[in-house]
């Protein structure tokens, strides 16, 4: 959803565009779900440089580290305001879940 510059993206999870959840390792899945991110921003004319904050849901925060990692390769300093939360489940049986929120001027 789009409002007043502000792009406002749904959590995104590792699944195909058949909506199949794929991908062995957590950073194989914290791959696919940011590239299911970059695909939204792009669509809506956006990227990851007007991202202005994102938060990451997992099931098991003992990964935080992998998937900082991978997430920081996607993006640049400075990063985004980021909360990483730990929640019991998601949907689908994922195991990441991820929102964003950008901006950009006209």
């Excluded at 590792?14 to 199949?20: F, I, K, P, R, V």
């Excluded at 970059?38 to 098991?60: H, R």
């Excluded at 990063?79 to 001027?105: C, H, N, S, W």
């Amino acid at each position: 959803i789009e409002a007043g510059g502000f792009l406002f993206i749904s959590g995104q999870v590792h699944a195909d565009s058949e909506g199949t959840l794929i991908g062995n390792t957590i950073e194989e899945k914290t791959h696919l779900t940011m590239k299911n991110v970059q695909n939204v921003l792009e669509q809506a004319g956006y990227s990851f440089a007007d991202v202005v904050k994102m938060e990451i849901l997992l099931t098991d925060l003992s990964h935080r580290k992998e998937v900082s990692a991978v997430y920081e390769s996607y993006l640049t300093h400075p990063f985004p305001a980021r909360a990483m939360i730990g929640v019991k489940e998601l949907p689908q049986g994922a195991d990441i879940e991820i929102t964003a929120i950008a901006y950009k001027t006209a």
